[in-house]
Antibody
Framework: EVRLVESGGGLVRPGESLRLSCAGSGFTFKTTWMNWVRQAPGKGLEWVGRIKDKSDGGTTDYAASVKGRFTISRDDSKGTLYLQMSGLKSEDTAMYYC????????WGQGTLVTVSS | QSVLTQPPSVSAAPGQKVSISCSGSSSNIGNNYVSWYQQLPGTAPKLLIYENNKRPSGIPDRFSGSKSGTSATLGITGLQTGDEADYYCGAWDSSLSAWVFGGGTKLTVL
């Protein structure tokens, strides 16, 4: 059974940093592209970014809204995906989901990030 | 304003069929695969359709996807109350080098 468990969310002040984690199991993590997707309260889905697997270069792509502030990384030995967020703004308040593959095949249950003073 | 345009809402009676449209451009739908996602209230999204018209195992054949030019359509037949959800289309946008989602369509089964 595929399982994705996000963690690390919480309440932070504008300008602060936060790191989210996504632990994957039940699939071959190291050969899987991974994504972060967020959803602001009452709003639609917004892609945050992705990281390819090592065989595809392990490169990252980001949404324009987070480029330069957010960094996606992965530790294949731990089967874990990360999202390092810095310079957080109120508009980054959202549920953050990790999802597998190019098609967003599997999704975690999300972790809530609230940016407020 | 989403890059992919969906109607905000659609509705139909149980047992009927409904279509949800997703309009884009040559940089996304026109030259890349389309996926569809279902998000039931209070839950994470779920993949319904990938590569325009393929269903993951476990997805009923009541759900179908099609694409023509720069538009795509999700079809749902034999509507059930359990189908009430938000539906999102998505595609890679080659100009933006980013994945884009539609704004979402709320399906109400009357």
């Amino acid at each position: 059974e595929v399982r994705l468990v996000e963690s690390g969310g919480g309440l932070v002040r504008p300008g602060e940093s936060l790191r989210l984690s996504c632990a994957g199991s039940g699939f071959t993590f190291k050969t899987t592209w991974m994504n972060w997707v967020r959803q602001a309260p009452g709003k639609g889905l917004e892609w945050v970014g992705r990281i390819k697997d090592k065989s595809d270069g392990g490169t990252t792509d980001y949404a324009a809204s987070v480029k330069g502030r957010f960094t996606i990384s992965r530790d294949d030995s731990k089967g874990t995906l990360y999202l390092q967020m810095s310079g957080l703004k109120s508009e980054d308040t959202a549920m953050y989901y990790c999802s597998t593959s190019r098609h967003f095949w599997w999704w975690g249950q999300g972790t809530l990030v609230t940016v407020s003073s | 304003q989403s890059v992919l345009t969906q109607p905000p809402s659609v509705s139909a009676a149980p047992g009927q069929k409904v279509s949800i449209s997703c309009s884009g451009s040559s940089s996304n739908i026109g030259n890349n695969y389309v996926s569809w996602y279902q998000q039931l209230p209070g839950t994470a999204p779920k993949l319904l359709i990938y590569e325009n018209n393929k269903r993951p195992s476990g997805i009923p054949d009541r759900f179908s996807g099609s694409k023509s030019g720069t538009s795509a359509t999700l079809g749902i037949t034999g509507l059930q109350t359990g189908d009430e959800a938000d539906y999102y289309c998505g595609a890679w946008d080659s100009s933006l080098s980013a994945w884009v989602f539609g704004g979402g369509t709320k399906l109400t089964v009357l």
